[in-house]
Each structure stands twice: as structure tokens, then as C-alpha cells.
């Protein structure tokens, strides 16, 4: 007879797309989850699927046996672990799914292994919508055995879950993912707006581009997005460039140039700067209708990070 599931009372802070999703995935599973966000309206979703809202992240660790974080940056997840750490118990863990900068998380880890705390890092590769429905894929960074006492918890997230080595390289590879699935995205909105002055059908290329060899799987959650011009968030935009940014920071460091991606930068810009930094991160396609009439519309891009 198999053993009965291992159920936890889980903390997660952080309850905008993402996290809502992880919850949910979290619930759905049986483990209780208590909640903080400071927007009221997040916890009050919580609250009314089922989970239990604190107004206080440090009232979180005294209800729980393990934290996760789904935060928009590094800054805020250092903010929020200095806000709880006076709190925090030795032997506890703290999953970060934020996708964050790779050196400020192996610090903080360090730091937390000094009052006895474990860091995991686990990226999340997938739209929140994607992980509603069970689809994500985990890239974790951390010690082997704090992931093996975990892996019932990630498992109710995600069943794909890949342990790339140690802290920080979950988020690494979550960069060189999302590099490559941005610049899928920016292609596809390109050929598009392309085929939109040619005068072309776009439900029509949308369902030859998806038929030949330069088929990508981002045509299946972002055509569609794209051609009605419907970009309720699945994935903000402004999160995408905040990631670029950060590939570029740690392609700066290493040495190493990224062309493609100081264009998609500039791009996403263009984006943010006519107000589509809450959209879906398919609203990258309405750059175009802003790029100055030249030739040279996104060549000086190499600016400061």
C-alpha cells in the first residue's frame, strides 16, 4: 500500500500572475497555502479560492514549513527576505521563483546558510496560464538533497521539473530560455507586421507560418494574441524587458555580445514607452507601427543596461 501524499502548509508571497497560478496548482494538490501580497485585491483572490491571506510577510514563516517567492525582481525578494528573516527557523527552505539576477540570489543564499535557512531556486519557464494548467517546465538551482525533500511540492506545480546544478543556475537557464523564446516572439510579430503591409491575410499566415519549418510553439499562445490585437496579460511585457535587461547584464559581464537581444531591448522599449508595459508580452508586435522610418530604426541600441 503506497503512502499517503505528504501534505505542507506552504508560505508564498507574491500572489500577482504567477503566483496566483502557483497557488492554485499548490491548493489543488491539498497543501495549505497562506498568502501575503500588498495589494488587498491579490489576497482577497486567495482568499476566495481557498487559501488563507496574511497582511504581514513576516507573519508568514511562524504558519509554515516552507516559503515560496513569486516577485518581480531581485530587489524585491532581497527586500521581502530581510523583512522576514528575524522570523524565519533554522531548517527551513525558501523557494524563490523569481526570475532574478543569478549572482544577488547565490548571495542571499549564502546568507541564509548561516542561520541554518536553504535556498532553492526555481524558475518557472511558462505563462502563468501555462502553469494553471500544469504545463510549466522548473529549472532548479540548489543542493540535491534540499530538492529531493522538496520534490513532492514542486511536483504539484509541474511534473517537468529539471535540476541544472547549483544556486542561481536554475536562473540562468531560465535566461537563456527566455532569450531564445523572446526573440521567437519578436520574430513572429515582425514577419507579421511585415505581412500586414503587404496587405495579407494574418489568419491566413498565421496558419501557414504554423504549417512549414519556421513553426515555433509561441505561434500557439501568440499568434492569435497578436492578430485580434488582444493582449490581456498572461505575461507582462514590462517583465520580458526587465529579464532582457538582465541577459545583457550577465552577457556584459562574461565578455560576450548579444546583437540580437540589444535589438529586442530596444523594442520592448518602444513598447513600454507607448504604454503596453502591463499588456500581454505580445503587444511587443505594436513596436513597429513606432520605429522612426529608416533604416537604421533599432541599430544604435548599445546603451548602458
Known amino acids: 500500500m503506497n503512502a499517503p501524499a505528504q501534505k505542507n502548509n506552504v508560505g508564498l508571497i507574491g500572489l500577482g500572475l504567477l503566483g496566483t497560478a502557483l497557488a492554485e496548482r499548490l491548493m489543488s494538490a491539498g497543501h495549505g497555502v497562506f498568502g501575503h501580497d500588498l495589494c488587498a485585491d ?16 513576516q507573519d508568514i514563516p511562524a504558519a509554515v514549513d516552507v516559503i515560496v517567492l513569486s516577485l518581480p525582481d531581485s530587489n524585491s525578494v532581497q527586500h521581502v527576505v530581510q523583512t522576514i528573516t528575524p522570523w524565519l527557523r533554522d531548517g527551513m527552505t525558501i523557494i524563490d521563483t523569481t526570475t ?105 499566415v498565421s496558419e501557414v507560418l504554423k504549417a512549414g519549418a519556421s513553426y515555433s510553439r509561441i505561434m500557439d499562445a501568440k499568434a492569435a494574441k497578436m492578430v485580434q490585437e488582444s493582449f490581456e496579460p498572461q505575461a507582462k511585457l514590462n517583465q520580458h524587458l526587465k529579464d532582457v535587461r538582465l541577459i545583457l547584464q550577465q552577457a556584459d559581464a562574461a565578455g560576450t555580445q548579444l546583437p540580437l537581444s540589444k535589438t529586442h531591448r530596444r523594442l520592448l522599449e518602444v513598447a513600454v514607452e507607448q504604454g503596453c508595459g502591463d499588456m500581454d508580452n505580445s503587444a511587443v508586435i505594436l513596436a513597429w507601427d513606432h520605429l522612426p522610418q529608416s533604416s537604421s530604426a533599432v541599430h544604435n541600441t548599445d546603451v548602458t543596461t
Not at 46 to 57: C, E, Q, V
Not at 176 to 200: P, S, Y
Request: hydrophobic letters at 45%.
Open 42 to 57: 491579490a489576497r482577497s483572490r486567495l482568499r476566495s479560492a481557498g487559501g488563507k491571506d496574511l497582511s504581514h510577510a
Open 100 to 204: 532574478g539576477d543569478p549572482e544577488v540570489t547565490r548571495e542571499l543564499a549564502a546568507t541564509m546558510a548561516r542561520i541554518g535557512v536553504h535556498l532553492l531556486d526555481v524558475s518557472v519557464l511558462g505563462s502563468s496560464q501555462v502553469t494553471r494548467d500544469g504545463g510549466a517546465v522548473l529549472l532548479v538551482g540548489g543542493e540535491a538533497n534540499v530538492l529531493s525533500r522538496w520534490m513532492h511540492l514542486l511536483e504539484a506545480i509541474s511534473p517537468a521539473i529539471h535540476h541544472i546544478g547549483t544556486v542561481g543556475t536554475g536562473q540562468q537557464m531560465k535566461l537563456v530560455a527566455n532569450l531564445v523564446l523572446g526573440l521567437n516572439r519578436a520574430a513572429l510579430a515582425e514577419g507579421l507586421h511585415f505581412a500586414k503591409t503587404c496587405g495579407l491575410d494574418l489568419h491566413v
